[in-house]
């Protein structure tokens, strides 16, 4: 429809010449247009806009006089063009997608509107004049094209998604994941390409969008009444959710704004991620069964494969919540509470079991000499609970920006009692050669009755009696300590190399050397002072400082001990016993 400078000259002088009026000329280029229009040419709408505006005004009597001649003919020929213009604006307004695609003028579906408020205020007026009040209104005949709209539009789409198009079928979850996506783009580029058009129109606009959303928020209800009805829990259909949800909060599409769709969503899902986590926490309750049952607790292992897979799973679950962004503050509590219910069951669950298989490898350890190991599993358990002993607070105390819901539950505090308690029974077991030494030490004390036979014999082999086959001696035996100091290296060599963490390995060195402290000193205290014989507080000299050079060997500094008042009372009490013993060989 669009002529030269040169070509619109021509056509003038043509109609001067010819006596063909302006009006007609008008009537004729709009026929044009309207037969090229649905014959699928693309027509410019400003210059049928042009010659639908000056018609008008010709047949309305509101051009000059010398231009406002009408005949029968062209008055018929009007009203004839404007309902073909009526249905030709309908058909584009209606497939506005299709039919101003994004290299069009921007201005294009612009002037269309223009075009289509000017021809419905003639039919409505001839409406009007003939009794019809039905839908009396540009906007509301406007906002119903838009509506139809976005039921072709949503068609469009579905129809990619599943290849038929129909409405009665319900979707399978990757089909509605796909759905989803499709219009959050299809969303996009409406409020990026034709917003600006619909400016003037803004509620017919909000209208044509509404009516979008509806129509996939059917689609949504019915996959989950099939998935409900099914008796299927599926975590895919929650991308549904998140993929609706975060366009919704990026346009500020919320309740507050109007926007109903965002809160049908949230009540249409809140089952689905509800039964979701009780499925979750079922799985991870079945699969740590079957992990646990089947547990080796390899050596050198920072974190056995059954407590690392529960760590995984919870971390998961805590970050779809998260990543949910659920925008009802009051639902995203609730969400967080059961998300740290289930963190409190399966975490107090690791913790027992491997207490309980603490137990099963201690008691299996049946050797109790100075020949003893610890069975290095021990230590695969203890580095494992330090590792979920942190990884519980990351979980229930998360540390960032978000505003989280204050934990109330004692897992944490379970966790770090069966800790400390893993490290207790480590120190008692490996302190059992300390135990037997100084069992062999009490053979020497001066109250012992063995200890009173030695004076007896020794007293008779001195005086160089002799009875047949009797060897005194050979009733007691001598002290073990090079057994007990080989013993002793070993399971400190153990613990540096088998216990990873650096901290529970500094714990564990520390419980053990209290407890060390703790045996002898009060194995001391059951005896008197100055009652010690020379092999008894030579040994508890020799023992005392095998174990504090050893500790210290182990990269320990003295520093980082949190008491040595025990030791500092055992090291005064030997020299004691040694200063009396001298004293006293003195005065002999």
């Not at 068609?155 to 979707?171: A, I, K």
């Not at 007990?484 to 053990?512: F, G, P, T």
Request: aromatic share 10%; glycine share 2%.
């Amino acid at each position: 429809g669009l002529f030269s400078p040169a070509q619109n000259y021509v056509l003038e002088e043509y109609c001067q010449r010819y006596g063909i009026r302006s009006v007609f000329l008008h009537l004729v280029t709009l026929s044009e247009l309207v037969a090229r229009e649905w014959a699928g040419q693309s027509c410019d709408p400003v210059v049928m806009l042009s010659s639908f505006s000056y018609c008008r005004m010709a047949i309305g009597g509101k051009m000059p006089d010398h231009l406002s001649v009408v005949t029968c003919q062209n008055d018929e020929m009007y009203h004839g063009l404007c309902g073909k213009i009526e249905k030709l604006v309908h058909h584009r307004i209606e497939h506005f997608r299709s039919c101003f695609p994004f290299a069009c003028p921007k201005s294009d579906l612009a002037v269309t509107l223009k075009l289509f408020c000017s021809v419905t205020e003639v039919m409505l007026t001839e409406e009007g004049a003939n009794g019809d009040l039905y839908n009396c209104s540009v906007v509301d005949r406007l906002d119903n094209l838009l509506r139809k709209a976005a039921l072709q539009s949503y068609r469009s789409l579905l129809y990619l998604v599943s290849n038929t198009g129909d409405d009665n079928v319900p979707l399978t979850v990757p089909q509605l994941i796909a759905l989803a996506e499709l219009s959050v783009e299809y969303m996009c580029e409406l409020h990026e390409f034709f917003l600006p058009d619909f400016s003037e129109f803004s509620l017919a606009f909000k209208s044509h969008v509404e009516a979008f959303w509806s129509l996939l928020e059917v689609d949504i209800a019915a996959t989950l009444k099939e998935l409900f009805q099914a008796d299927i829990s599926s975590g895919e259909v929650l991308k549904v959710f998140y993929e609706l949800n975060q366009y919704s909060l990026a346009q500020n599409l919320t309740l507050s704004n109007g926007f109903l769709f965002h809160k049908n969503l949230q009540q249409l899902f809140l089952p689905v991620v509800v039964q979701y986590l009780s499925a979750l926490n079922s799985d991870i309750s079945r699969d740590l069964q079957k992990l646990f049952s089947v547990e080796k607790w390899p050596q050198k292992c920072p974190c056995v494969a059954s407590i690392a897979a529960c760590l995984e799973a919870l971390y998961s679950i805590q970050r779809m919540i998260n990543e949910l962004q659920w925008p009802d503050k009051d639902v995203s509590c609730h969400l967080q509470q059961r998300c740290h219910a289930i963190c409190d069951k399966q975490l107090q669950y690791c913790a027992n079991m491997a207490m309980v298989q603490l137990d099963v490898v201690i008691n299996e350890s049946v050797s109790c000499g100075f020949d003893m190991r610890l069975p290095r599993q021990i230590f695969s358990m203890l580095c494992s609970l330090y590792h979920l002993q942190e990884q519980a607070t990351k979980l229930l105390h998360p540390i960032d920006d978000r505003e989280m819901v204050d934990y109330q539950g004692d897992t944490i505090s379970i966790i770090e009692e069966s800790y400390q308690t893993t490290i207790s029974k480590i120190s008692d077991k490996a302190s059992l050669p300390l135990k037997l030494l100084l069992q062999r030490l009490s053979q020497y004390d001066a109250s012992h009755r063995l200890s009173k036979l030695k004076k007896i014999f020794v007293s008779f082999v001195t005086c160089e009696w002799s009875l047949p086959c009797f060897h005194p001696i050979q009733y007691f035996s001598a002290i073990p300590v090079e057994d007990y100091v080989q013993c002793m290296s070993l399971m400190l060599e153990d613990i540096v190399q088998y216990c990873y963490k650096h901290k529970a390995q500094q714990m564990l060195l520390q419980k053990w050397f209290e407890l060390q402290c703790g045996l002898v000193q009060a194995w001391l205290k059951q005896r008197p002072d100055c009652s010690l014989c020379p092999d008894q507080y030579q040994t508890i000299s020799i023992i005392m400082k095998c174990i504090h050079s050893r500790l210290l060997g182990t990269g320990i500094m003295e520093d980082q001990f949190d008491d040595l008042s025990v030791y500092n009372l055992i090291c005064d009490r030997i020299r004691m016993e040694c200063s009396c013993s001298e004293l006293m060989y003195s005065k002999h």
